[in-house]
């Protein structure tokens, strides 16, 4: 029998959702086997087992500067959120994203070496962020930054500290400003439905063929089945084709048109996208569980 760690049993968790010591009787089960427990988990909790691989657990604040027609959008990571309310940790990523929109640098290493002192510390953004940490007693990281540069207006909008966007745009600045209030509530993943990633439209047509086989259609009724689902989904996730939030009577298109105004490109940024937080200490979880059960005993 291969012995089931408590980084086993958190990896498990991690991969699954599923509770801690449901975890542990599927490695037990499966012999330490980490995918046959996950199918064994998978069977047993149904689609609840499936939830951790899209859920976005990073925490963090995303800060936007917008000087003239130059302008930067940044995402600053940290353990807790707790930390992200702290007053020198916004200080320290609003600072970043003025120091992007001034400097360009071209990465976070670059970003890092410019000067700056803030709580004493200093001279440049990265003693900063390495005094900050002792500081605060959390790690804290610059995980990336868009620099926008050009004859286009802009114009940004956060939702809280989490989500972020910046519009490029010639035109009304109010109708600017409505467009990057709606990208952040509906978070299209690109400006026309010509500019869709081709991976994320033949995953779709994937999905769409599956589904259309399933049917039991004749294959002509099955094929405009496919296209079908492939253009909905299309006018479903690009910026212009989408009903406006303030009145999906209209299109943002049809919005924009009215008010004369051209959005050139966006950028959105979610807080933790596409990255999980540190996983929590799964050893001394699975001690106490122990500890608790032998007390019940």
């Known amino acids: 029998m291969a012995a089931i760690t408590a980084s086993m049993v958190g990896e498990l968790r991690a991969k699954t959702d599923a509770p801690m010591m449901e975890c542990k009787k599927a490695l037990t089960e499966a012999n330490g086997d980490m995918e046959k427990a996950e199918e064994l988990l998978r069977v047993k909790l149904g689609n609840k087992a499936a939830k951790a691989g899209s859920r976005i657990t990073a925490e963090g604040v995303v800060t936007a500067s917008i000087q003239g027609t130059t302008g930067a959008l940044l995402e600053v990571n940290c353990e807790t ?43 440049t953004l990265e003693d900063v962020r390495k005094g900050l940490v002792g500081k605060i007693g959390e790690n804290m990281s610059f995980r990336r930054f868009k620099t926008f540069t050009g004859s286009s207006k802009l114009v940004s909008y956060l939702h809280g500290t989490r989500i972020g966007v910046v519009v490029e745009y010639e035109g009304d600045e109010t109708a600017a400003k409505d467009v990057a209030m709606h990208v952040a509530a509906m978070k299209p993943v690109a400006l026309a439905s010509s500019e869709v990633p081709a ?49 999906d009577k209209q299109t943002v298109e049809q919005m924009l048109k009215a008010a004369n105004t051209t959005v050139k490109g966006f950028t959105l940024y979610v807080v933790g996208e596409g990255i999980e937080k540190k996983a929590d200490d799964f050893a001394a979880e699975v001690a106490a569980q122990v500890a608790a059960a032998k007390q019940a005993a």
């Open 81 to 123: 959120d707790f930390v992200t309310k702290n007053d020198s940790f916004l200080a320290l990523a609003q600072a970043a994203a003025e120091l992007v929109a001034k400097h360009k640098p071209a990465d976070v290493a670059a970003l890092g070496a410019l000067p700056y002192s803030q709580d004493g510390f200093g001279p």
């Open 199 to 247: 991976a994320l439209i033949e995953k779709e047509r994937n999905v769409a063929t599956a589904k259309a086989a399933e049917s039991g259609k004749p294959a002509e009724i099955a094929a405009k089945m496919i296209e079908g689902s492939v253009q909905k989904y299309l006018k479903e996730v690009s910026l212009l084709n989408q009903p406006f939030v303030k009145n």
